[in-house]
């Protein structure tokens, strides 16, 4: 039998485009098969490989399959289940192209979200792949088998295969820090998408980039998941959850020496109006450098959140160089009662003055 050992880098180049870096191979056999021709007109090569990877135990077995899809550019969800023997048998795949029979049989009577789209997913391509790793073999150089039948009857990489891809488990976890950082699904996008620009190295990457759905997800997905963020993380408007992000975020806040903030949650029930005051480095330095700080302070209310309609009161004082500030609160209301107990707890974070001015507060 012929086995050759090879490294990713003496791979032929058709191979390199297929399977992941940093990995060997044990070649068993390789089987060109004759191209296949599209309805467009592009030839697709075909072959058949049967073949043994450095990979020892079931993660790794695992991570291989998810480089191998990621530098495949194409997806094979599972299709045949096996009973695992651990005695005999570790880890053992059998999985198919999204674009194939068996996926859609597989999937049942799931409904189409857009019967009248031009996309159609199942196109009865017959690419397959099977992946075994067994005991016995655990001692060898090269445990993992795999049998791949790259038969695709489309373009891997066309823009119309790419669109169906699942979407990267790292992309996901891109746009949550994103959210997180208080962008919205729209600019969240913008952010990512400028990112993708800088990161490809030529325009045919880039196409490809855009392109693909693993690494560019649609706004509909962006939008459905910042959404699904919002409920999880931030609660409905008012919710427990939501004052209890927000306790978070200024004691964060407090901690990060960037400031002081002072919060008195919203509790209908009890009465309580909501009210969160602000005083930010520049307004502590402001306090303990300048001394009209302590001399002259006037507010701005005409400022206002318009979805909740809350007040936000801005405190200023003038010195020889234009207005500074000092300090804000936001109120859920404008009752004498929810100023004073704003005002006392805006008081209450204050930094000290600087000394010519402290008696004069
Ligand atoms: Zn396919």
């Known amino acids: 039998m012929f086995q050759l050992i090879i490294s990713w880098d003496t791979l032929p180049k058709f191979l390199k485009q297929i399977l992941p870096q940093s990995y060997t191979y044990l070649i068993k056999t390789f089987n060109e098969l004759p191209p296949f021709q599209t309805a467009e007109g592009f030839e697709i090569s075909q072959f058949e490989l049967d073949a043994f990877v450095d990979v020892c135990d ?18 094979m969800p599972e299709t045949k289940r096996y009973e695992i023997k651990e005695k005999r048998v570790l880890f053992r795949e059998k999985r198919h192209c999204l ?16 019967p009248q789209s031009t996309r159609v997913r199942n196109i009865g391509c017959t690419a397959n792949i099977h992946l075994r790793l067994e005991s016995w073999r655990i001692k060898l150089s090269h445990p993992l088998e795999i049998n791949l039948k790259f038969t695709h009857n489309h373009v891997v990489n066309s823009a119309e295969s790419l669109s169906f891809r699942h979407i990267d488990g790292t992309v996901r976890e891109k746009y949550l820090e994103l959210f997180k950082d208080g962008h919205s699904p729209a600019s969240a996008m913008y952010v990512y998408e400028d990112e993708l620009h800088l ?6 990457e880039l196409l490809e980039l855009l392109a693909d759905r693993a690494k560019n997800p649609d706004y509909d997905y962006i939008a459905k998941l910042f959404q699904k963020y919002h409920d999880t993380e931030l609660g409905g408007c008012n919710g427990s959850s939501m004052f209890q992000c927000l306790v978070e975020v200024v004691n964060s806040f407090n901690n990060s020496g960037r400031g002081k903030a002072a919060l008195q949650e919203f509790n209908a029930d009890t009465g309580k109006s909501f009210i969160l005051c602000i005083v930010t480095e520049l307004m502590c330095c402001v306090h303990e450098k300048v001394r009209q700080a302590g001399e002259l302070c006037y507010m701005d209310a005409s400022s206002s959140f318009e979805h909740f309609n809350n007040l936000i009161i801005l405190f200023y004082t003038s010195c020889a160089i234009s207005a500074l500030p000092l300090g804000l609160f936001i109120t859920s209301d404008e009752f004498e009662v929810t100023l004073e107990k704003a005002i006392n707890l805006l008081k209450s974070i204050l930094p000290p003055l600087s000394p010519p001015s402290a008696t004069r507060r």
């Open 199 to 204: 990161s490809a190295t030529n325009d045919q």
């Open 99 to 114: 674009h194939s029979d068996i996926v859609k049989k597989k999937q049942g009577n799931r409904e189409t979200k857009h």
């Open 58 to 75: 079931k993660e790794k077995a695992n991570k291989w399959f998810k480089d191998f899809e990621s530098r495949s550019k194409t997806t």
